[in-house]
C-alpha cells in the first residue's frame, strides 16, 4: 500500500531544504541540496528533482506524490511565480516551466513566512486557530497573517509584508530601499544595530565594547542579556517595544487570537516574548487589551520550513 505525501520545497539563498510530508506531518527523506543562486533556476529545479528521485528508489518505500508545495523569497502565490529574490540572481521566474518538466501534480508556492503560517496551523501551536499572525524573525522580519483559517495574499498575492511597515519615517536604511522599516528593528540584524546604538549612548560596560559588528550576532546578545549585560538588555526592551507597537497595529486590522513568534531571535524566549507582550497591551486599543495571546512557535526549526511548504499544499488540496 502506498504511503500518500507531498514534496516540501523551501528554496533559501544558500540551501534548498526538501522533503516528503505526510497529511499528519511526518516527515520522509528529509534532505538539502546547496541553491547555487548564481545559476538559472534550471539547474537548481533539474539537481532537487533527480536527487528526490534517487532517494525514493533508494528508500524502497511506495509513496504517491500527491502535490508539490513550494516556499520561497519573494514567491507569488497567484503568479505561481519568484519574483527578484534576494541572494538569488533569478530575476522574473515562471515555476510552471521548471516543474512540469518532471511533474504533473498540482503545485503551489508562497514565500517563507506565509508558509511557516501554515505549517503553524496544521501542525504546531496554531492548531485549531483560525485569525493568527506568524512573525518570523530572522536576518529579517516575514510575516503570515490567517483569517478565517485562510492566508491573506491581497488582490497581487503580496499582502502581509509588515516587516515593511515603517516604524521611523527618518529612520534605519532598508534592504528594500526605504528607511525605517520594522525589520530593519526588530530582527537578528536590526537588534545587532540596536547593540552599536546603545554603546554610543550609554558608558555602561559591556563584552560588545571589545567586538566589532561582525564579530557577534543574536545568540551573544541573548546570552549577554541573560548574565545581565545591560548593553543587551536595553536592546531586548527597545526591540520589544517596537514590536509591540507594530503589533498592536496589526491586531487592530485582523483582531488574531494569538501572535506566534518564530526563527532566530525568537529563541530568545521570555527576553522577547515577556517585553513584547507588556508594550503590546500598552499600545493595543482598548477593545482588543488582555484578548490576543503571544506564543513561540513549537515546530523543530530544523523542518520547520519543510513542513510550511508541505502545508502549503496539503492546505490546497484538503479544501478543493
Known sequence: MSIKVVLGIDIGGTNTVFGLIDKEGKDYLVDSIPTNGNLPPDDLFKRLFIRIDELIRQAEIDFEIMGIGIGAPNANYFKKTIEYPPNLSWGYV??????????TQPFAVTNDANAAALGEMH???AKGLKDFIVITLGTGLGSGIVVNGNLVYGHDGFAGEIGHTVVFPDGRECGCGKKGCLETYVSASGIKRTVFELLSRYNYDSRFRRLSFEEFDAKMITQAALEG??????????????LGMKLADAVAHTSPEAIILFGGLANAGELITTPTKKYMEEYL?????????????????????????AALIWHELLNK
Do not use: P
Open 285 to 309: 486599543f482598548h477593545v482588543f487589551k488582555n484578548k490576543v495571546k503571544i506564543l513561540k512557535s513549537e515546530l523543530n526549526e530544523g523542518k520547520s520550513a519543510v513542513l510550511g511548504a
Open 229 to 242: 549585560d545591560k548593553i543587551a538588555l536595553k536592546a531586548f526592551d527597545f526591540t520589544a517595544k517596537v
Open 123 to 125: 501542525y504546531g501551536v
Open 94 to 103: 515562471e515555476l510552471e516551466e521548471f516543474i512540469r518538466k518532471f511533474y
